[in-house]
């Protein structure tokens, strides 16, 4: 069974540039999640998706940060514009339902210079 | 507010010396503890959870175990591909989200 996919794996910009990551869960999974990965960190819940309803999205930085999860498969995570401070890994999972097993992809790793 | 602590912050282990991680939590009304290992580069991978103190689950040369206050990850005879990041969450409290730990970065040296 395919895991969760992420692209792109690594991304570097320029601040103020815009960045989007994609997510692909594992089939069947109704639950998505994003998180934010800081170096010598434990990864910190961006968004929460059941289905294609964002249930949990208060740690989302709204002024720059957005996403969707179109008909309750893929999702993107979008920044705009960048700051040097937004430099992460962005990691996606995905798990049965919330209270589940979140399994974990890649992650996405930012660099904003 | 939940909160995970992890220790040690690192540790470093002969190959086949036998030690412990620790995983403190606060967190009202418990739902499950898990973790996870990390490898350079990677994102987390699943390895336990646990559901209830007095609960215990074995992988390998992994051993998990939990009470009310904390968890152990107890590694036996661990080799050099053992050497990895190993996070600690909880899911519970009033956010129902998952709330890692800092980890603790494992190396075996052969």
């Known amino acids: 069974e395919a895991g969760v996919v992420q692209s792109p794996r690594y991304k570097i910009i320029e601040k103020k540039q815009p960045v989007a990551f994609w997510c692909n869960p594992i089939s069947g999974h109704n639950t998505l999640y994003w998180y934010l990965q800081n170096l010598g960190q434990g990864p910190e819940l961006l968004i929460r998706?059941?289905?294609?309803?964002?249930?949990?999205d208060s740690q989302l930085p709204k002024d720059r940060f957005s996403a969707e999860r179109l008909k309750g498969v893929d999702s993107t995570l979008k920044i705009q514009p960048a700051e040097l401070g937004d430099s992460a890994v962005y990691l996606c999972?995905?798990?049965?339902?919330?209270?589940?097993?979140?399994?974990f992809g890649p992650g996405t790793r930012l660099l904003v210079l | 507010e939940d909160q995970v602590t992890q220790s040690p912050e690192a540790l470093r282990l002969q190959e086949g010396e036998s030690s412990s991680l620790n995983c403190s939590y606060t967190v009202s009304g418990l739902r499950g503890l898990f973790w996870y290992r990390q490898d350079p580069g990677k994102g987390p991978e699943f390895l336990f959870t646990l559901y209830s103190a007095g609960e215990e689950k074995e992988k390998e040369r992994l051993k998990a175990t939990l009470t009310k206050k904390e968890s152990f990850l107890h590694i036996t005879a661990p080799k050099p591909e053992d050497s990895a990041t190993y996070l600690c969450?909880?899911?519970?409290?009033?956010?129902?989200?998952?709330?890692f730990g800092t980890g603790t970065l494992l190396a075996v040296q052969p």
């Open positions: 969450a909880v899911l519970g409290g009033a956010t129902n989200k998952l709330i």
């Open positions: 999972a995905s798990s049965l339902g919330n209270q589940e097993t979140q399994y």
């Open positions: 998706y059941e289905n294609e309803e964002a249930v949990d």
